[in-house]
């Protein structure tokens, strides 16, 4: 399975974007990067995915290079309650398969 | 929709007792997991269950974990016994039903498990 690297933390001003960075080098050509996040008592909640396109929906935009080694998930106008541990989880070999990292502890400050 | 539903939320136990977890994931999901996130740590996947048959057990600890989901919909995991290092959070997730890519997982709210 590709193996992920992300900041241990991060913090970010209310209102402002946040970025948080993976690398996932070893990804190969033909799988998908998920982003899952997990508020403090609750279960991971999905965010986005893609491929190699960005993408972005109601929650975030996904950025992710040419090639493909890397990627970005932007939180265009963070709030408080996405104070949360962020996990970039590229798609494996063995199939319908998550599996995390430590992910990236994002803490909104206002 | 109703989202994946998990009971107890919280359980307190002596070492060597038993327990014993439920989940009801969401309806039309035939394929249900089962993660034990450790305290600071990523959950980690324990059973993977495809309507009724299991499909990934590899990192459960069979020689006290066991799961079940006889009717294809509801599922049980149960520690017997349990041990000082199973404090943790033990979560449920579903998805429509792919097995070989990776789709959405939806998750329940967990069970605190803490063992004494």
């Known amino acids: 399975d590709a193996k992920t690297t992300q900041p241990t933390s991060m913090d970010c001003a209310e209102g402002r974007a946040a970025n948080l960075p993976c690398n996932h080098s070893t990804i190969s050509g033909n799988e998908y990067v998920y982003w899952y996040r997990q508020i403090h008592s609750q279960g991971p909640q999905y965010i986005i995915h893609g491929l190699k396109n960005n993408e972005t929906n109601e929650m975030a935009s996904l950025i992710i290079t040419e090639d493909r080694k890397s990627s970005t998930l932007i939180l265009p106008h963070a709030t408080l309650r996405d104070t949360a541990v962020y996990y970039c989880i590229p798609e494996g070999k063995y199939g319908n398969k998550l599996v995390f990292g430590a992910g990236t502890i994002l803490r909104v400050k206002s | 929709e109703a989202g994946v539903a998990q009971s107890p939320r919280y359980k307190i136990i002596e070492k060597r007792q038993s327990v014993a977890f439920w989940c009801n994931p969401i309806?039309?999901?035939?394929?249900l997991y089962w993660y034990q996130q450790i305290l600071g740590q990523g959950p980690k996947l324990l059973i993977q269950?495809?309507?009724?048959?299991?499909?990934?057990d590899s990192q459960l600890p069979k020689d006290r974990f066991s799961a079940e989901r006889l009717k294809g919909v509801d599922s049980t995991l149960k520690i017997q016994p349990a041990k000082l290092e199973d404090s943790a959070v033990y979560l449920c997730?579903?998805?429509?039903?792919?097995?070989?890519?990776?789709?959405?997982?939806?998750f329940g709210p967990g069970t605190r498990l803490l063992v004494l």
């Open positions: 997730a579903s998805s429509l039903g792919g097995v070989r890519r990776m789709e959405t997982q939806y």
């Open positions: 309806s039309g999901h035939a394929t």
């Open positions: 269950f495809q309507n009724n048959g299991v499909v990934d």
